[in-house]
């Protein structure tokens, strides 16, 4: 069972370079959702979508975009990095219903120099 | 401002020893507390927890919440080495879709043998 796969794993970048994230899921869950994980920050919320077409800004959107074409997939974009983006990013999806579980992706370390 | 505090930030014990991990919240629109483990990389569900009182039990995990003081404690008896891990408390709003969560910074437990 694959759950919510993340790619890649580790990547460096230069200032002002931009790279997607990937993030595929295979138990057709609606919402999907990109967190950043900082060191004394806890788990922040970047963006959100609740299903194919449908994406919104969570807590610290700026910097980075999003698109939900497809119920499986949600790559997260970074535009232009910056080095306030080194982190580590955790995708993670969600099944219908009040359950308050996340299925999280293994994470993707970023670097940006 | 909504937050969650976790404490003791960090804790080591022996094997078979048994653990309290504290969580207090202060979290408008609460809805739930929730319970996850992150061992070296993605964040794993426990528990969810909306009622006063009411014990969630798995193995020798179980976690309480209490709502008129805002807490929740989550508790590990005969802990062993995989135990080992960052535990992390989350307070869920009622925020329409987004399942917003308001995370700790986690109680990272190393269990010795």
């Known amino acids: 069972n694959a759950g919510v796969t993340q790619t890649p794993k580790f990547q460096v970048l230069k200032t002002g370079q931009s790279m997607t994230l990937q993030c595929a899921q295979d138990m057709n869950h609606e919402y999907m959702s990109w967190y950043r994980q900082d060191p004394g920050m806890g788990l922040r919320l970047i963006h959100y979508?609740?299903?194919?077409?449908?994406?919104d800004q969570g807590e610290v959107p700026n910097g980075y975009n999003v698109s939900r074409s497809t119920t499986e997939d949600f790559p997260l974009r970074l535009l232009s990095a910056a080095p306030s983006q080194t982190s580590v990013y955790f995708c993670?999806?969600?099944?219908?219903?009040?359950?308050?579980?996340?299925?999280f992706g293994e994470g993707s370390r970023l670097t940006v120099l | 401002e909504d937050k969650v505090v976790q404490s003791p930030l960090s804790l080591v014990v022996h094997e078979g020893d048994t653990v309290t991990l504290n969580c207090s919240y202060e979290v408008t629109n609460f809805r739930s507390l929730l319970w996850y483990k992150q061992e070296k990389k993605a964040p794993t569900f426990l528990f969810m927890l909306?009622?006063s009182g009411i014990e969630k039990k798995s193995g020798r995990l179980s976690s309480i919440l209490d709502k008129k003081e805002l807490f929740s404690i989550l508790n590990i008896t005969a802990t062993q080495t995989g135990d080992s891990a960052v535990y992390l408390c989350?307070?869920?709003?009622?925020?329409?879709?987004?399942?917003?969560?308001?995370w700790g910074l986690g109680t990272s437990l190393a269990v010795n043998p």
């Open positions: 909306t009622s």
């Open positions: 993670a999806s969600s099944p219908p219903g009040d359950t308050g579980e996340l299925f």
């Open positions: 989350a307070g869920g709003l009622n925020a329409g879709n987004n399942r917003k969560l308001i």
């Open positions: 979508s609740v299903g194919a077409g449908i994406t």
